[in-house]
């Protein structure tokens, strides 16, 4: 078992990464990986998270999956296009963050996708909504920090907040899944960087 100040350093040196080695993650590590997120606490013990994972292993599944890949990465730049001509944005800018997105996703090892059920709620209320989303959201932190206790780097993205029914359709997923975030996982290739920070001060009252 850590000590309080070796576990307290864990957390503080987490942090996101954008460029991955080529290298492959073994699925049983991811495995380890989405079984450490199913401890994080939810609302109601509802466990509301459900998680599709695309990981470039050489296995069985290596060809569907690298067409869920394709198909996720273009269904996500066509919705990032409308939005960005929708606002007016210069067509250069456009194909720029375009490719952007998809060269990320085509180079992370491993992509989580991580959904919530929409009927894994006590009622249909905005807070019981809410609650349920809070819960998922707590899943992809334990998520990062099991990649990290794996000596993986990870980087959440919330792209398909923005097209739910686009990622839905490309993954084939069941309506009841609304697509949340996506987290990237792999070995580092980049330095990390160091955070800046609020200090403490600023960002709690003392009652």
Same mark, same amino acid.
């Given at each position: 078992?850590?000590?309080?100040?070796? %576990?307290?350093?864990?957390? !503080?040196? @987490?942090?996101?990464?954008?460029?991955?080695?080529?290298?492959? $993650?073994?699925?049983?590590?991811?495995? @380890? $990986?989405?079984?450490?997120?199913?401890? #994080?606490?939810?609302?109601?013990?509802?466990?509301?998270?459900?998680?599709?994972?695309?990981?470039?292993?050489?296995?069985?599944?290596?060809?569907?999956?690298?067409?869920?890949?394709?198909?996720?990465?273009?269904?996500?730049?066509?919705?990032?296009?409308? &939005?960005? #001509?929708? +606002?007016?944005?210069?067509?250069?800018? *456009?194909?720029?963050?375009? #490719?952007?997105?998809? !060269?990320? *996703?085509?180079?992370?090892?491993?992509?989580? %996708?991580?959904?919530?059920?929409?009927?894994?709620? @006590?009622? &249909?209320?905005? /807070?019981? @909504?809410?609650?349920?989303?809070?819960? $998922?959201?707590?899943?992809?932190?334990?998520? %990062?920090?099991?990649?990290?206790? +794996?000596?993986?780097?990870?980087?959440?993205?919330?792209?398909?907040?923005? #097209?739910?029914?686009?990622?839905?359709?490309?993954?084939?997923?069941? =309506?009841?899944? +609304?697509?949340?975030?996506?987290?990237?996982?792999?070995?580092?290739?980049?330095?990390?960087? =160091?955070? /800046?920070?609020?200090?403490? /001060? +600023?960002?709690? *009252?003392?009652?």
């Amino acid at each position: 078992m850590p000590s309080a100040d070796e %576990l307290l350093d864990f957390l !503080r040196t @987490r942090r996101s990464v954008r460029r991955f080695k080529p290298d492959p $993650v073994a699925d049983e590590a991811v495995s @380890r $990986v989405i079984a450490a997120a199913t401890h #994080a606490p939810s609302a109601h013990n509802l466990q509301p998270w459900r998680f599709v994972v695309i990981n470039k292993t050489l296995s069985a599944r290596s060809a569907q999956s690298a067409d869920k890949r394709t198909k996720l990465a273009q269904a996500l730049a066509a919705a990032l296009r409308a &939005d960005m #001509a929708a +606002e007016g944005a210069p067509a250069s800018e *456009i194909e720029t963050r375009a #490719a952007r997105s998809a !060269r990320r *996703i085509d180079e992370a090892p491993v992509l989580i %996708l991580l959904c919530r059920d929409v009927t894994a709620v @006590r009622a &249909d209320t905005p /807070e019981e @909504r809410v609650m349920s989303i809070q819960s $998922v959201a707590n899943a992809a932190t334990y998520l %990062l920090l099991a990649a990290h206790a +794996e000596g993986l780097g990870g980087n959440w993205v919330c792209w398909p907040l923005y #097209a739910q029914e686009e990622t839905r359709s490309a993954l084939e997923l069941p =309506e009841t899944w +609304e697509p949340q975030a996506m987290i990237f996982i792999g070995r580092s290739d980049e330095e990390a960087k =160091e955070k /800046e920070l609020k200090s403490f /001060e +600023e960002v709690t *009252i003392r009652l």
